[in-house]
Every structure is written in structure tokens, then in C-alpha cells.
């Protein structure tokens, strides 16, 4: 009952921002609605990654993910009844000047729908910390990876055939910044428009909020981890810093990253193309533990070795073509950080294959030893919530 109150709700608000839409004033304390609006996530997200997990974002994820597997069957049900075409050539060589090859470049680029660091890391850091016993992990694993694959998918119908002509297509992608999000919302919403008889504008609100909660989720994640990591930091080197302390100086880098080139808000644009090298480094890593882990158990690794050597292959492959790119540019910001992370891919891999030699000679009892840092784990955590932080 409560599930069915809060996806009415999320829908009617959906309907009534769709007809009346909230907006900040033009300016305020001397920066532009977009700036506001940006400082106002920021709050959001310091707060709720410093609330336990039960308290903000199992619940609002619980009603994300119901809503999205709502507005992925409004899609499909509207591809089934529209039949629409796909106008998108299945290989593009009409691009602009100056796009990158389609190898190694797009393996670094789609992410999410197939193999993320993020994910490794949320999946560590906050996943693993809301299941109930550990065999569910498999079923949230698994079916999470279903849902990654239906979005996938739909994204693929709603950039490709959501457009009426081949024209209004190639408009869309050889302006580079109109494509992305954009292109997924309004050919999304074309689509249900035709296939259910929706107003254009509400079917592109229920795509945009089916994008932005992902954003949301993300967003307030990540400040979450990126407090883990301070806090780790802080016991490295022999500091406590408390959740607090911890989360203002994750937040306050975010923020000086964001405007650290003026009050537009648009600082994170400027590491942005180096995101997908970054992203698929810790897939590597996150990788390298699985296929350690299995070898330690005495069982097969090659499930998590064969994509780690993709991955990582790939990740410096796009690493040295981005190199001459920045240097070209003078991006010398750039140029310094890529190198950063391809120092970082080497150390990983070097890492990765003295741990797999170690872990291929282990003959202790693994299993053994996680029963028994999971008895302890326990009993530090007497009284506390299964998902406390």
C-alpha cells in the first residue's frame, strides 16, 4: 500500500511540475538560477549521505526503481504499438570533425550498461551494507544487471528511433552538446507520445525524471563514498575525521571543482573527458579483486580475468590516444591528469598480478577466515542497523 501512495504521488507530482513548473528567480545572492539550483543538490546530497541509509535513500531508491521500470513499460509498450522506425544508419560515417575512433574511445565511454568502476564501488561501499543475509547478492546482482540491460536498451530505441527522419537525427549529434540526456528524453518522449497518445511535453517530464533520479541517486552516492574515502584517509595517517567534518570536505571539493571556473557552475566539464578512462580504471581494479578472491578459493578466474584484460587494455589504449589529444590542445590540466591515471593503470595491473601469484600458491582456508572477520564484524556492531551508514 505504502508503494502504491508513494509511485501516485511521484506521478501526480510529475503531472503537476509538468503543467507548473517550479523556477528559481532569474538571480540570487548574485548567481543564476542553474548555479542556485546546483548549490541546492549539493545540500540535499551532503545531507542525505550523512542519514542512514534506511532513513533517505533506500527508501527514495525503492520508488526510483519502481518508477523506472513504470516509465521503461510505458516505453515499451508505446515501441510495440508505434512500431517505430529506426532513422539512425547502424554505422555512422557522416560524424563531425574531429570525433574520436570508435575504438578504444567507446569501450571507456559506455559504462554503466556493461562494466563500471562506480558500480564496483557503490556496490562495496553501500550495497553490500543493505542486504539482509549474503546470499541475496546474487539475486540483487543479478536482476540490478537486468534492469541496467531493459534501460540500456530503451535508451538505444530512444536515440535511435526516436526521431522522424534521418535529417532531424544527424542534427541532434553533429551539435555534440545537444545529444546525450537530451537526445534519450525528447526521443523517448516522440516515441510514447505516438504510442500512447501522451502530450509531448509530459511524456519528455516522465523521461527527464526518470534520467534526473538517476542523477539524484548518484550524486548523493557519491558524496557518501567520497566521505568513506576522506574518513579513510583521516585513519591512514592518523586523524579522525568525523561524518561531518568528513562530508564538508567532500561536498566543499565537489563545489570548488564546480565553480572552480566561474559562477556558471560548469567546472566539472572540464575533467569530464577524462571520466570514462577514470571509470573503467576502477572496473579494472574492481575486477582484479574478484578474479583474486576466486583464486583464493581455488576456483576458476577466468569470468573476471578474460573482461579485466579488455578493460584494462582498452583503459590505456584510450589513455595514450588522449594524451595527443590534450597535448595538441595545450590542455596541459588534461594532459597532467591523464598521465596521472595511466601511472595509476600500470601500478594497478602490476599490483593486480603479484596479488594473483600470491593468491594462486594461498592454501589457508578462506572461507574460514571470512566467517570469522564476519563473527567479529558482528559483534562490533551489536545493536546497530543492518544498513546503519
Not at 542525505?48 to 521500470?69: H, K, T
Not at 574518513?231 to 562530508?247: D, M, P, R, S, V
Request: proline share 4%; charged share 15%; aromatic share 8%.
Amino acid at each position: 500500500m505504502v508503494s502504491i501512495v508513494g509511485v501516485v504521488a511521484l506521478y501526480a507530482l510529475i503531472v503537476i511540475g509538468n503543467s507548473v513548473p517550479l523556477a528559481l528567480p532569474e538571480t540570487m545572492l548574485g548567481l543564476d538560477a542553474k548555479a542556485m539550483w546546483i548549490i541546492l543538490l549539493f545540500i540535499y546530497a551532503g545531507i542525505a549521505s550523512m542519514l542512514p541509509v534506511w532513513m533517505l535513500l533506500q527508501p527514495r531508491d525503492y520508488i526510483n526503481g519502481l518508477q523506472l521500470f513504470i516509465a521503461l513499460g510505458i516505453l515499451y509498450i508505446s515501441v510495440l504499438i508505434a512500431r517505430p522506425e529506426i532513422v539512425a544508419p547502424a554505422y555512422n560515417t557522416n560524424v563531425p570533425e574531429g570525433t574520436p575512433n570508435l575504438i578504444p574511445l567507446l569501450f571507456v565511454t559506455i559504462a554503466c550498461g556493461a562494466i563500471s568502476g562506480f558500480h564496483g564501488m557503490v556496490s562495496s561501499g553501500t550495497t553490500s551494507k543493505q542486504l539482509d543475509k549474503e546470499s541475496d547478492a546474487r539475486f540483487v546482482g543479478y536482476f540490478g544487471a537486468v534492469g541496467e540491460g531493459l534501460l540500456a536498451l530503451g535508451a538505444i530505441i530512444a536515440t535511435t528511433a526516436g526521431f522522424k527522419t534521418l535529417a532531424d537525427w544527424e542534427n541532434v549529434y553533429q551539435a555534440f552538446n545537444d545529444g546525450g540526456v537530451n537526445a534519450f528524453v525528447q526521443g523517448g518522449g516522440r516515441i510514447i507520445e505516438a504510442g500512447l497518445g501522451l502530450p509531448q511535453s509530459l511524456s519528455a517530464t516522465i523521461m527527464a525524471t526518470t534520467a534526473i533520479l538517476f542523477a539524484a541517486t548518484t550524486m548523493d552516492t557519491g558524496v557518501r563514498l567520497q566521505r568513506f574515502v576522506v574518513q579513510e584517509i583521516g585513519e591512514i595517517i592518523g586523524f579522525t575525521f568525523k561524518k561531518g567534518l568528513a562530508t564538508l570536505i567532500a561536498v566543499g571539493v565537489a563545489l570548488g571543482l564546480t565553480f572552480g571556473s566561474g559562477a556558471d557552475g560548469s567546472g566539472g566539464l572540464l575533467i569530464w573527458p577524462l571520466f570514462g578512462t577514470t571509470n573503467q580504471l576502477m572496473a579494472a581494479l574492481t575486477l582484479s579483486i574478484i578474479a583474486i578472491m576466486l583464486m583464493r578459493r581455488g576456483r576458476t578466474a577466468l569470468p573476471a580475468l578474460i573482461p579485466l584484460a579488455f578493460v584494462g587494455v582498452m583503459t590505456i589504449y584510450a589513455g595514450i590516444i588522449q594524451l595527443g589529444t590534450f597535448y595538441e590542445k595545450g590542455n596541459w590540466l588534461l594532459l597532467v591528469l591523464d598521465i596521472i591515471i595511466l601511472i595509476a593503470a600500470l601500478w594497478v595491473i602490476v599490483e593486480a598480478f603479484a596479488a594473483m601469484r600470491t593468491a594462486r600458491d594461498y592454501e589457508g582456508d578462506d572461507d574460514a577466515e571470512l566467517a570469522a572477520i564476519s563473527d567479529e564484524a558482528a559483534i562490533e556492531h551489536v545493536g546497530d542497523h543492518p544498513a546503519h551508514d
